[in-house]
């Protein structure tokens, strides 16, 4: 818990003596003011009230901004009502601007649709009718599935419609991570497709779900709970035309049931707490986390949070944040803040090389983007390929930078702001997890005079701090943990299904404090700088993963004994997860046959994939004889991870066997 020495050097960090101070045409535009700052600190519940109430319309007015009774389950606004999908379309269209563009949708493939708001109320309301036809009521769980299309947003927002709660998977996780999802929430709908476009090929979808929901029972094994699934209905969304294998009386063509759905259907309100979505997260265990958020307080900050960090203009502004929605960052920053806000928005469906390694820079020319924001996991592949690449489109609309998901290096932050921003534009480095639904650290373009590499401040309302091991405040120039002292309005509400774990694992740790898992410095200023998570948990190209939880995979093949994960630092993905395993007896010769156990590596890798999806596919696969264990058996990361980043062995004397860690590295030097 306390292993920091993978951590970037602080030092280096903290020389860190660049400052972009914002323009006073910049400043003069700016949504947001220094003012802010002082305002919510003087009275941060009437600063949130107020944001509720300016930047979302209510079915009932709330009279109660935070009831903290129950600490740790926050209660915003509790006795207001509202719905979601009222403030992110209809509402937009009532005040006249149903005309308004909201999705600008490239397809991988170089097919485009554009949807206003007005059309995405039409479609929402299909689709929210359509579910009410198959059943799905208020309160029920709904699985989405999808690839990076307008259909993936209105099926979330068709759920916020009728007050289902949505709970959407990442379409790179396997049949096996989704089955484990579904079954958690106890879905009774999974919305999927037949395919998408990722790399040029048509990617399928379909199988995966039939393959969850336990048809394929002798795939997979026997469900959990030897029951029946949950799921009633798959509907499925024509997008690439490839065959699909159809399940009478379970699968309808999502085309077919929004044609026969009216296309009027009124939101339904509902108590500002009632749960909006449920997202699952890679924690510490083997199991993946429910983190579930609500709806009066997730809505006020994200559309807060998006108006003031991005300085959206609604009228003017194209933007575009390219996360998946299979992700927090696309809940928080495409669905919900940007189409609360009324904004402008491109969503596409493929990866940043398909065709060419130009194709960002082309979609930012073509809509004329303004707002971007991103990972440093694609800022450093962009820089791995070359600033000429950017440099033959015409990005002069960009006006506003985002980063998120990873410690951003000073060097990336630098090339991003000149290579893409043309050294003009602010780039916002901006620090929050899926627990805390929306921005919790950042600077404000307009105010803040930015600094390479640091997420730098609280943003007005939210109350963070970086503390020693005593729970004390760190002085400035001095490193620990990353606590939030305060709540949140868009704060987790808890685990879906384990409220004591929601408990455990975030306010056990500090007293009173919420406990984020990062490690943290701050500086002479008193600026914060992330420095990654202090826990059992990588990240891999901004993607969270447990390194528990693929160990669990890598056991759970029939030649593996024992297995140890790693992240290790690695130039573009941030961290790259290096696997050390124990073979069994009786596959052991198989290594020495091959030489360096190529094949094993293989197959374990291809186990990984299925067990939870690529993104989780070990980088490198070490086959060792033994893992270095403290006495209490505990396995000491640390020094593996000095040998997957080929580093001097540190200290070995708390191991039980100080001799392992020789034969580790003697191994490798043999086989390489
Ligand atoms: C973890 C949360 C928030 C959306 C994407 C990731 C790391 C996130 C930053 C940043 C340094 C960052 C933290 C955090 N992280 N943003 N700007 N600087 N680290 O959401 O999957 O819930 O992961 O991502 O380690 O705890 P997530």
């Known amino acids: 818990m306390t292993d920091t020495s993978h951590q970037p050097a602080l030092d280096n960090l903290l020389s860190e003596d660049r400052r972009f101070p914002p323009t006073a045409e910049f400043g003069a535009q700016a949504n947001a003011h220094a003012e802010m700052y002082s305002w919510a600190s003087a009275d941060r519940l009437s600063f949130w009230a107020e944001q509720a109430r300016n930047l979302l319309t209510w079915d009932t ?8 009774s129950a600490a740790p389950v926050a209660r915003w606004f509790a006795d207001g009502r509202l719905n979601a999908c009222e403030n992110a379309v209809d509402r937009h269209v009532r005040e006249g601007r149903g005309e308004r563009v909201a999705l600008l949708f490239e397809g991988e493939p170089g097919d485009t649709r554009t949807l206003t708001y007005a059309d995405l109320q039409r479609e929402v309301s299909r689709a929210a009718n359509a579910m009410l036809a198959l059943g799905v009521g208020t309160g029920d769980r709904v699985a989405i599935y999808l690839p ?137 265990t083997g ?18 949070t998006h108006l003031t960090v991005f300085d959206l203009k609604p009228e003017t502004d194209v933007y575009w944040c390219t996360a998946d929605v299979g992700w927090i960052t696309g809940h928080s920053y495409v669905t919900y803040g940007p189409l609360v806000n009324g904004a402008t928005q491109v969503i596409y469906e493929g990866t940043p090389d398909t065709p060419h390694q130009g194709r960002w820079w082309e979609i930012v020319q073509k ?24 440099a033959q489109y015409d990005l002069s609309s960009l006006r506003v ?23 003009r534009t602010p780039v916002v480095d901006t620090w929050w997890q899926t627990e805390t639904g929306a921005i919790m650290i950042s600077p404000l373009p307009g105010v803040t005079a930015t600094k390479p590499g640091s997420a730098q401040a609280p943003l007005p309302g939210i109350s963070a701090e970086v503390v020693d091991e005593m729970a004390q405040p760190v002085p400035n120039g001095s490193g620990g943990y990353l606590v939030l002292t305060e ?38 200023d008193g600026d914060i700088w992330l420095l990654g998570r202090v826990d059992d948990v990588m990240n891999v190209s901004g993607h969270r ?16 004994a024992e297995a140890a994960v790693v992240g290790a630092q690695d130039a573009t993905t941030g961290q790259a997860v290096v696997a050390f395993v124990i073979l069994r007896a009786e596959y052991r010769d198989r290594v020495d046959e091959v030489g360096e156990g190529a094949d094993v590596a293989a197959e374990l890798r291809a186990h990984v994939t299925t067990q939870i999806g690529p993104i989780a596919k070990p980088r490198t696969i070490l086959v060792v004889a033994e893992l270095p264990k403290t006495r209490s058996g505990k396995i000491m990361r640390r020094l593996l991870r000095d040998v997957a980043e080929h580093r001097t062995v540190g200290d070995v004397t708390t191991l039980a066997d100080s001799s392992v860690m020789d034969q580790i590295a003697t191994g490798l030097s043999s086989s390489t």
């Open 287 to 304: 199991k993946p986390k429910g983190i579930f958020h609500t709806t009066g307080g997730y809505l006020t900050q994200t559309a807060f």
């Open 487 to 524: 709540p949140w309005p868009s704060m987790l509400r808890g685990i879906w299904g384990d409220q004591q774990r929601y408990v455990d694992t975030y306010w056990s740790r500090f007293d009173g404090m919420y406990f984020a898992g990062d490690g943290a410095k701050k500086d002479e």
């Open 545 to 560: 993963l447990s390194t528990t939880e693929i160990e669990s995979a890598l056991v759970s093949h029939p030649m593996v």
């Open 401 to 423: 930078l985002g980063s998120v998901g990873e410690p951003i290096n000073p060097e990336a932050w630098m090339w991003y702001r000149r290579v893409i921003g043309d050294d």
């Open 148 to 284: 990076m299309i307008p259909e993936a947003v209105v099926a979330m927002l068709a759920c916020a419609r009728i007050g289902a709660i949505h709970s959407v998977v990442f379409g790179g996780f396997s049949a096996e991570a989704l089955r484990s999802r579904i079954d958690d929430a106890q879905a009774s709908l999974v919305i999927t497709a037949d395919g998408g476009y990722r790399k040029g090929k048509a990617s399928a979808l379909k199988p995966a779900v039939d393959e969850a929901l336990g048809g394929a029972a002798d795939a997979l094994g026997p469900l959990d709970h030897g029951a029946q699934s949950s799921v009633h209905h798959v509907l499925v969304v024509r997008r690439t035309g490839q065959e699909v294998e159809w399940t009478d009386g379970r699968d309808v063509w999502w085309h077919e049931a929004l044609e026969a759905a009216s296309d009027q259907h009124t939101p339904v309100p509902v108590e500002a707490e009632h749960p909006l979505f449920i997202l699952y997260t890679s924690g510490t």
């Open 61 to 68: 007015p709330f009279t109660e901004v935070l009831d903290w």
């Open 367 to 390: 809509y004329r983007v303004s707002i971007l924001y991103t990972a440093p996991t694609a800022i450093r592949t962009c820089m791995k390929w070359g600033e000429e690449l950017p």
